[in-house]
């Protein structure tokens, strides 16, 4: 059976592993994350083989197919470096390149609670918030391979100084937020108390999910997905949370919109920046 190369370049690790295209996953890897670009390629060319059809890579920042350059600051530093330049020199096979957003959204719908759906938003919820997005079938990322940085979105109220380093959805619905609100020293240990019914950490949650709903509610509005995926380590709270999420996005977003649209949490677990990446090398493998 065909296999592809899938390639997960996290900011701590690296996932290296052969994917079928049924999702089956073989010869998976982990690595410390190389700091250096040229440390990275060499990782990924090291476990590339015969008899693979093509290559699926997501990085952690921004693709830029115009140009094939990636950014992803927490490995390379914050320059563009020429991702897919170099990589097809490396490599004899098709390669395909997105951001992890965009991994995880198309892992989602090959074979997560999104599978076989067309138009689907994955909002992936931890120290910051990405969102991935496909329409029609296709990963939609932007002209410059930006679309889905909604941290940036605006969440309404005034200004704060946050907002120009993070953006202000990501200042008061990501997990640092949670932290802040609940007096703690981290949205886990907020999370903790409110399963011990602290009522400061239940406040906090609450709030904090209502300005996940606004967004939501916002991304549902301009995209119409079939469905919003909730993801992220964040959202491993999301059972203190998915009602009120839910509950508040579909009162505040496009009526008729808010009838069609499901909102769920995530299926899959720490493979799906994989089966993302295997995703995207099936699409280069099969045009």
Sequence with gaps: MSQVLAVDLGGTKTSIALIDEAGCISEKRKVPAATAFDETI??????????????????????????????????????????????????????????????????????????????????????????????????????????????????????????????????????????????????EAVVAAARRGDQRALQALAETADYLALGIAGLIAILDPEMVVLGGGFMQAGDLMMGRIRSHALEWTQPIAATRVRIEATALGEDAGLLGAARLAWLEAER
């Design 42 to 187: 060499e990782q990924i060319a090291a476990r590339c083989s015969g008899g693979i059809v093509a290559a699926g890579v997501i990085v952690p920042g921004i693709y830029d197919s115009s140009n094939g350059s990636a950014w992803a600051p927490n490995l390379w530093g914050r320059d563009f470096h020429p991702l897919h330049r170099v990589l097809g020199q490396r490599l004899a096979v098709p390669i395909a390149i997105g951001s992890d957003r965009t991994g995880s959204v198309l892992a989602e719908q090959w074979l997560g609670v999104a599978r076989g759906l067309q138009h689907v938003v994955f909002v992936a919820v931890g120290t910051g918030i990405g969102v991935g997005i496909v329409a029609g079938g296709r990963p939609l990322e932007g002209a410059h391979g930006i679309a889905g940085a909604a941290g940036w979105m605006v969440t309404g109220g005034p200004w704060k100084p946050d907002y120009a380093a993070r953006g202000g959805w990501e200042t008061e619905a990501a997990g640092p937020a949670v932290a802040r609100r609940g007096g703690m020293e981290s949205a």
